[in-house]
């Protein structure tokens, strides 16, 4: 069992096409979802606009004298707030944005850091494999005498036929 499941966790993580398979997944999942986050800003800078507009309506209100000052300012403090607010979800979400995507450089990187990694892995010790394991917070459900399932960072979800020496 201990074989079967680390040469299926070492053939997903290591393998080149698996690799670049993965990371145009998430290069796609993470396109969708950006998309879904710029029109997130674009309310956030529409509702930033309107706050600016009211700030203005105060402003013409206060100098025109019609509402006592501690009701303008308990009001523009209100908007200052609800702007502030609004300007660090578009500044999380812009932080979000940059760090969504793998470029090319750290695809580069990933695929030359498994291959250096699947050469030191050819022949790891009981400690590598567990301390590998551990940091891939792996589970392992049995399904039945032959199968298991796998699940943590390497995905949702693989079964590992353990009747065969290879993964499905």
Do not use: H
């Amino acid at each position: 069992m201990e074989q079967a499941i680390w040469d299926t966790v070492k053939d997903q993580l290591l393998d080149r096409n698996t690799l670049k398979e993965e990371i145009q997944r998430q290069r796609e999942e993470a396109s969708v979802e950006n998309d879904r986050k710029l029109i997130r800003v674009e309310a956030i800078d529409a509702a930033i606009s309107e706050v600016d507009r009211k700030l203005g309506m105060l402003l013409d209100a206060y100098l025109n004298g019609g509402f006592a000052k501690t009701v303008i300012n308990q009001r523009k403090n209100e908007l200052m707030a609800q702007r502030d607010d609004l300007e660090k979800e578009a500044l999380r979400i812009q932080d979000e944005l940059k760090s969504a995507i793998i470029t090319t450089d750290e695809e580069k990187e990933l695929l030359e850091f498994a291959d250096e990694l699947k050469i030191r892995l050819d022949n790891p010790t009981f400690e590598q494999k567990r301390r590998v394991l551990e940091l891939l917070d792996l589970r392992i459900d049995v399904i039945c005498r032959e199968k298991v399932k796998l699940s943590g960072v390497i995905g949702d979800g693989l079964i590992v036929n353990l009747s065969r020496s290879s993964p499905p």
